[in-house]
């Protein structure tokens, strides 16, 4: 049996090669399966929604080159039940255009007859001041001068 580790990268390889029925096996055939987008739509629950997600994404000109572990991946596994973590890297083409997006990862897998699916996929990209104050961690850094 594979590892949760090895589903989520033989997802990544199926989504790069836009094979939508390896695609849509990496998945519990569920209505309460649920999907945070990097997208504008923000989640998707239900197999049929995610499917018809997935089916729109490889007829779309998007291309995926690359998805690269940055930082992690990160798991965890239990008899029935997996995650798995990180941030990945996407190299995107589009038309002639390609560029990079960082985004964090996290999947929660259950084991349906001895496979790990996806039960929850959470996908979101990296925004640089959601609070609009920067950093609030550098803001309650105490100063270097003593008084």
């Known amino acids: 049996m594979h590892s949760a580790i090895d589903t989520v990268n033989e ?17 519990v055939p569920s209505e309460d399966t649920y999907v945070v987008l990097e997208g504008p739509r923000l989640t ?3 197999f049929e929604k995610i499917s018809k997600g997935w089916k729109d994404f490889c007829l779309s000109p998007i291309q995926l080159k690359t998805i690269e572990w940055t930082e ?3 798991a965890e596994e239990s008899d029935k039940m997996a995650w798995v973590s990180g941030i990945i890297q996407l190299t995107i083409e589009i038309s002639d255009q390609t560029f990079e997006n960082i985004f964090r990862a996290s999947f929660v897998l259950n084991k349906i007859d001895n496979q790990w699916k996806i039960k929850h996929e959470h996908v979101s990209v990296v ?5 609009g104050i920067g950093d609030w961690s550098a803001l309650n850094t105490p100063s270097s001068a003593t008084s």
Request: aromatic share 14%.
């Open 11 to 27: 997802h990544y390889r199926v989504i790069i090669e836009k094979n939508i029925s390896g695609i849509l096996d990496k998945y």
């Open 72 to 74: 992690g991946p990160f």
């Open 44 to 46: 998707t629950r239900g």
């Open 127 to 131: 925004h640089p001041d959601p609070y």
